[in-house]
């Protein structure tokens, strides 16, 4: 595709919950992050992938959070046991190898909804 | 720690004037600044970018200020548009490390 896709675009959820977010990166890009937007806040960064190296897990909130990249390509969220605060856009995003700007192409997000 | 800070989380400009938009931070490593700028539902896009050996760079109607010693830069976009009203996020990195963004400023273009 032209630009990182993901899915689902919306979600709404049980607390207690397992969530998988997914984000397909524009083909050729090595670096993928994912971030996250309260309601009223700023992005979050959550995770950092870049090639090969290993991923930067500082953002993330909890071991309740994880992140895969397969194949160096396409990247899954996970949220285990979702609570309430959980609710928020989450979006991914992705770039070419770093050169002399960090242009980061962003998803449209997924809406997540903890009831 | 929040490293890159954007202390005015909103603004409203008559079209036509000057919009100015303002970023402090904090890392004297950071060596690259941008703008991205975010409509609803979507996801940010990128604005313009300023490296650390720069104090300027313009593209259009829009102009990014660095300035190092006092570590802030700014957005000026001119002359301002009802389309240009958004949320604007300023974001900083260095070498390899990840891009580290500010809370945002939600800008009103009042016609």
């Known amino acids: 595709g032209a630009g990182v896709s993901q899915s689902p675009s919306n979600k709404v959820t049980e607390k207690g919950k397992d969530v998988e977010l997914r984000c397909d990166p524009i083909?050729?890009?090595?670096?993928l992050y994912w971030y996250r937007q309260s309601l009223g806040q700023g992005l979050e960064f959550l995770i950092y992938f870049q090639g090969n190296s290993a991923p930067d897990k500082s953002g993330l909130p909890s071991d309740r959070f994880s992140a895969e990249r397969t194949g160096g390509s396409v990247s899954t969220l996970t949220i285990q046991r979702t609570q309430q605060e959980d609710s928020a856009v989450y979006l991914c995003a992705s770039s070419y190898p770093r050169g002399q700007a960090e242009k980061l192409f962003f998803g449209s997000g997924t809406q997540l909804s903890v009831l | 720690d929040q490293q890159v800070k954007q202390n005015s989380p909103s603004l409203s400009v008559q079209e036509g004037r000057i919009s100015i938009l303002n970023c402090d931070y904090t890392?004297?490593?950071?060596?690259?600044f941008l703008w991205y700028k975010k409509y609803p539902a979507e996801g940010p896009t990128f604005l313009i970018s300023?490296?650390?050996?720069?104090d300027k760079n313009e593209d259009g109607r829009f102009t990014v200020f660095l300035n190092k010693s006092a570590k802030h830069l700014s957005l000026h976009i001119v002359p301002s548009q009802p389309g240009d009203s958004a949320v604007y996020f300023c974001a900083a990195y260095f070498g390899n490390e990840k891009l580290t963004f500010g809370t945002g400023t939600r800008l009103t273009i009042i016609p």
């Open positions: 083909s050729g890009h090595t670096a």
């Open positions: 890392n004297s490593m950071f060596d690259y």
């Open positions: 300023i490296s650390s050996i720069k």
